[in-house]
């Protein structure tokens, strides 16, 4: 006979035993946080460890106000994933993230509230932001809280909350559809690595393949510190010689690209963003083609975007480079005016000679950023 549908309770019981109280993992010591609610799926069993030493901006989350169970594997997944994404900023920002991929983020531009920063975020894709975890690298306002609570939210996670704001988190009479969101508490996230170069002890990554072998690889991390590691896109060809692209971007679009770029970290390759203001307007990712990876971002702005921008006078990032102009075609088409790429394809010249066609300012990055996690 099945066996019937497992409680939470059943998971955690048969957790015990199945997951040591400490581990040893690349000379490094780890000891158990958590039983998880579950793993990927419901029928997974899971356990969560943190670094026995060190600063663990997630392993020693506080939870300020749990739901109706406990984390599962997803929920830490997203609240790493999207911290990973408002640790590269200054200003505040904040990042809605839905099964391992940004549905939205956001950087605060001049004049605006954290309110404002979080609605961006979300209504880049209000229908995927649905049942999301929000991420924010600064204390959570009670405006920002009360904006959150109208809309289902599975996690909030930040450094810090005002007392009005966990107030509102906790008012389950005017919130009704949001009385089981989660509120976590995180440490510094000043102390995660960001650029190339900083110390990775305790940050490698572990894959795990069909047959238990493990790849260890160093984490995702950027060269890119400013604007100006951004560089006009170049490349040479035998028919069309040495080919520089000759537009200039301005100030604020340069600022955009880098936001974009920033969050594209954390998209699934073949991955997009398009960028306007400080928030992004569409998230392409998951394609096998780098085309389709736009045309999708395109297709979600046009049909799910819910803020006031168009794409007119937008920035996009993407995780790889361009093999054929198409896909720079597609972005002018819809309003894209500065592009951000590595470079590497055997027809760069081709690209950037036709991005100079369309007055699309190209710049290449000192990196390729395939996220496929």
């Known amino acids: 006979m099945a066996d019937k549908e497992l409680t939470r309770s059943t998971y955690l019981s048969r957790n015990v035993g199945d997951y040591p109280d400490a581990v040893e993992i690349m000379g490094l010591a780890y000891e158990k946080a958590d039983d998880l609610r579950y793993g990927t799926n419901p029928h997974q069993t899971a356990a969560y460890y943190k670094p026995s030493a060190g600063n663990a901006v997630i392993g020693n989350m506080e939870v300020l106000k749990t739901g109706k169970s406990g984390l599962s594997q997803t929920n830490l997944e997203d609240v790493s994933y999207s911290l990973n994404i408002v640790k590269f900023f200054d200003k505040p920002a904040c990042a809605c993230m839905k099964h391992v991929n940004p ?21 880049c894709d209000p229908r995927a932001a649905f049942g999301s975890v929000v991420s924010f690298n600064v204390t959570v306002d009670v405006a920002t809280a009360k904006e959150i609570m109208g809309s289902f939210v599975e996690c909030v996670v930040a450094p810090d909350y005002e007392e009005e704001a966990l107030a509102a988190f906790s008012d389950s009479e005017s919130f009704k559809l949001n009385r089981h969101i989660r509120i976590l508490k995180c440490g510094d996230i000043s102390a995660l690595p ?8 305790g940050y490698r990554t572990l894959k795990v393949l069909a047959d238990g072998s493990i790849v260890v690889a160093d984490p ?38 880098l936001i974009a770029w920033y969050i594209n970290l954390n998209v699934r390759s073949n991955g997009v963003i398009i960028v306007k203001n400080g928030g ?11 085309v389709g990876a ?26 790889g480079f361009f093999p054929f102009a198409d896909a720079v ?23 950037v000679a036709r991005a100079n066609e369309l007055g699309v300012a190209l710049y290449h990055a000192p990196e390729r950023i395939f996220s496929h996690h």
């Open 103 to 123: 549905s939205g983020a956001a950087v605060t531009a001049e004049g605006e509230t954290l309110v404002d920063v979080y609605k961006k975020a979300r209504d």
């Open 329 to 351: 075609e597609v972005a002018a088409a819809a309003g894209v005016k500065a592009i951000v790429s590595p470079s590497g394809s055997l027809r760069d010249a081709d690209v």
């Open 194 to 201: 960001k650029f190339v170069g900083e110390d990775v002890t």
């Open 220 to 257: 995702l991390l950027s060269n890119v510190r400013s604007v100006a590691d951004l560089k006009p896109a170049g490349g040479t060809s035998k028919t069309l010689g040495e080919v520089v692209n000759q537009i200039e971007a301005t100030p604020r679009q340069l600022e955009d690209l």
């Open 294 to 319: 736009v045309e999708q971002a395109v297709w979600k702005f046009e049909n799910k975007y819910e803020g006031a921008d168009s794409v007119e006078g937008a920035v996009m990032s993407s995780d």
């Open 280 to 290: 992004a307007l569409a998230v392409g990712t998951g394609e096998q083609d780098r």
